[in-house]
């Protein structure tokens, strides 16, 4: 991996987390929390398809996972992000390698692994949700109580499952618009 | 958002290790953001004294009308939330006590977060981060992810105001574009500033095999004594809070 390299996991790092912060403060209306894992991986896809052109060297898709993990653990989402990340993010690196990073069926399913990190900002929420509740009190009880609703356990594996199943349709809908725009315009 | 990791050299007032920066961000981030140890009442105490800690680092920085707007802040939104609060029920209760709690706990990092980007360079982060032995494959995509955000807000600000111009906005006429026609400029043109960015980090020896020379001078100094202290001191009172030896 090169300098170049690197400087090109940065700069879609960038991109990628100003649509995750942008999206994530959305999250402070109830019903917008579950869909986090929905728009996420949706909206992050068009980046992410345009960075996987760039992929061309085992790590980089890691690289890029784990940074993220980093960011979330900045800003305030715990560990859980960053273990789940730097697995999920070796998986996608694993998948798109499978293809000898050009195929574009598995750019598509990689995406999809990929955004399974996002999924994991909810762990604490389901496996530690006295702690993850004490220390925001001043939420209120009533969006204490429609945010428990909305979130049983067993939404737990549906959550995952909902982050990569929308990262396939981010993937489709990046590969549209790479096939519509980049690939025109000569920078895919 | 301007000036992130443009500091300059001189007129910064005080300087502190990149390292305490981020060690003061980091328990910032535990305490403050994290809630940790808010049962124990001398933690909750400690906490409140480092949250304001990065306003003072800003006065010592020479940025006096940015640490006045935040202190300010910091201070009315504090009280309105120990007076104010207890009074409330209900629907005003879920959106104020959102409102206190999004100010108290997500300021006293955005705050040190400007601070630490604003008065560092990107040589001393990466010095920072050698000393630290940090390997460069995390180094130097962090780096430039955090030089690039300026970038990309900007960018964005540029492309949102001409596509409302074209009357592509939310309620507007061609609503349906709205995340298409944002997001592809906005690619394309990172695209090509990350271009020109690679090509400044090679003839500055970025990625190089061989370990390169850095003339920043980082150490720890007695001021950085002075700022890691009462940062040291919250996990000092949470461990014994722990064990139960205070309450």
């Given at each position: 991996?090169?300098?170049?390299?690197?400087?090109?996991?940065?700069?879609?790092?960038?991109?990628?987390?100003?649509?995750?912060?942008?999206?994530?403060?959305?999250?402070?209306?109830?019903?917008?929390?579950?869909?986090?894992a929905?728009?996420?991986?949706?909206?992050?896809?068009?980046?992410?398809?345009?960075?996987?052109?760039?992929?061309?060297?085992?790590?980089?898709?890691?690289?890029?996972?784990?940074?993220?993990?980093?960011?979330?653990?900045?800003?305030?989402?715990?560990?859980?992000?960053?273990?789940?990340?730097?697995?999920?993010?070796?998986?996608?690196?694993?998948?798109?390698?499978?293809?000898?990073?050009?195929?574009?069926?598995?750019?598509?399913?990689?995406?999809g692994?990929?955004?399974l990190?996002?999924a994991?900002?909810?762990?604490?929420?389901?496996?530690?949700?006295?702690?993850?509740?004490?220390?925001?009190?001043?939420?209120?009880?009533?969006?204490?109580?429609?945010?428990?609703?909305?979130?049983?356990?067993?939404?737990c594996p549906v959550m995952f499952a909902a982050a990569f199943v929308c990262?396939?349709?981010?993937?489709?809908?990046?590969?549209?618009?790479?096939?519509?725009?980049?690939?025109?315009?000569?920078?895919? | 958002?301007?000036?992130?990791?443009?500091?300059?050299?001189?007129?910064?007032?005080?300087?502190?290790?990149?390292?305490?920066?981020?060690?003061?961000?980091?328990?910032?981030?535990?305490?403050?953001?994290?809630?940790?140890?808010?049962?124990?009442?001398?933690?909750?105490?400690?906490?409140?004294?480092?949250?304001?800690?990065?306003?003072?680092?800003?006065?010592?920085?020479?940025?006096?009308?940015?640490?006045?707007?935040?202190?300010?802040?910091?201070?009315?939104?504090?009280?309105?939330?120990?007076?104010?609060?207890?009074?409330?029920?209900?629907?005003?209760?879920?959106?104020?006590?959102?409102?206190?709690?999004?100010?108290?706990?997500?300021?006293?990092?955005?705050?040190?977060?400007?601070?630490?980007?604003?008065?560092?360079?990107?040589?001393?982060?990466?010095?920072?981060?050698?000393?630290?032995?940090?390997?460069?494959?995390?180094?130097?995509?962090?780096?430039?992810?955090?030089?690039?955000?300026?970038?990309?807000?900007?960018?964005?600000?540029?492309?949102?105001?001409?596509?409302?111009?074209?009357?592509?906005?939310?309620?507007?006429?061609?609503?349906?574009?709205?995340?298409?026609?944002?997001?592809?400029?906005?690619?394309?043109?990172?695209?090509?500033?990350?271009?020109?960015?690679?090509?400044?980090?090679?003839?500055?020896?970025?990625?190089?095999?061989?370990?390169?020379?850095?003339?920043?001078?980082?150490?720890?100094?007695?001021?950085?004594?002075?700022?890691?202290?009462?940062?040291?001191?919250?996990?000092?009172?949470?461990?014994?809070?722990?064990?139960?030896?205070?309450?």
């Amino acid at each position: 991996m090169k300098g170049k390299d690197l400087i090109h996991i940065g700069i879609f790092s960038a991109i990628y987390f100003v649509i995750v912060f942008i999206v994530a403060m959305l999250g402070f209306i109830p019903v917008f929390l579950p869909l986090l894992a929905v728009i996420v991986p949706i909206l992050g896809g068009i980046p992410f398809m345009l960075f996987l052109t760039r992929v061309k060297k085992f790590g980089m898709i890691w690289i890029m996972s784990v940074i993220m993990g980093l960011m979330m653990l900045l800003t305030g989402m715990s560990w859980p992000p960053l273990a789940v990340s730097v697995v999920s993010g070796l998986l996608a690196e694993l998948v798109y390698r499978s293809g000898n990073y050009q195929s574009a069926a598995k750019a598509v399913i990689t995406n999809g692994v990929f955004s399974l990190w996002v999924a994991a900002n909810y762990l604490p929420l389901f496996f530690a949700a006295e702690q993850y509740w004490a220390s925001r009190q001043n939420f209120g009880q009533d969006y204490i109580d429609t945010v428990n609703r909305l979130m049983p356990v067993w939404m737990c594996p549906v959550m995952f499952a909902a982050a990569f199943v929308c990262g396939v349709i981010g993937g489709l809908l990046g590969r549209a618009l790479l096939k519509k725009h980049f690939e025109k315009a000569g920078i895919a | 958002m301007a000036g992130l990791f443009t500091a300059e050299i001189e007129n910064r007032g005080i300087v502190l290790d990149p390292r305490t920066k981020l060690a003061v961000m980091l328990t910032l981030v535990i305490f403050a953001l994290g809630g940790t140890g808010s049962g124990i009442a001398a933690v909750r105490l400690m906490t409140t004294a480092v949250s304001v800690l990065p306003m003072l680092l800003l006065l010592t920085a020479g940025q006096y009308r940015k640490a006045a707007l935040t202190g300010g802040i910091y201070a009315a939104v504090r009280t309105a939330q120990s007076l104010l609060l207890p009074h409330l029920t209900g629907a005003a209760l879920s959106v104020s006590g959102i409102c206190c709690m999004a100010f108290v706990r997500l300021m006293p990092g955005l705050v040190m977060g400007g601070y630490l980007l604003s008065t560092t360079t990107v040589s001393e982060f990466i010095a920072a981060m050698h000393r630290m032995h940090v390997p460069q494959q995390i180094t130097i995509p962090l780096s430039v992810m955090f030089r690039f955000f300026p970038t990309v807000l900007e960018e964005f600000a540029a492309i949102n105001t001409a596509m409302r111009m074209r009357d592509i906005r939310i309620g507007g006429r061609r609503a349906g574009r709205l995340i298409e026609y944002r997001l592809v400029p906005l690619m394309v043109c990172s695209v090509n500033i990350g271009s020109e960015l690679s090509a400044a980090a090679l003839t500055r020896g970025l990625g190089t095999k061989v370990r390169r020379t850095n003339i920043c001078k980082i150490g720890f100094h007695i001021q950085d004594a002075a700022v890691l202290l009462p940062a040291a001191s919250l996990y000092v009172l949470w461990g014994l809070g722990m064990i139960g030896v205070i309450q």
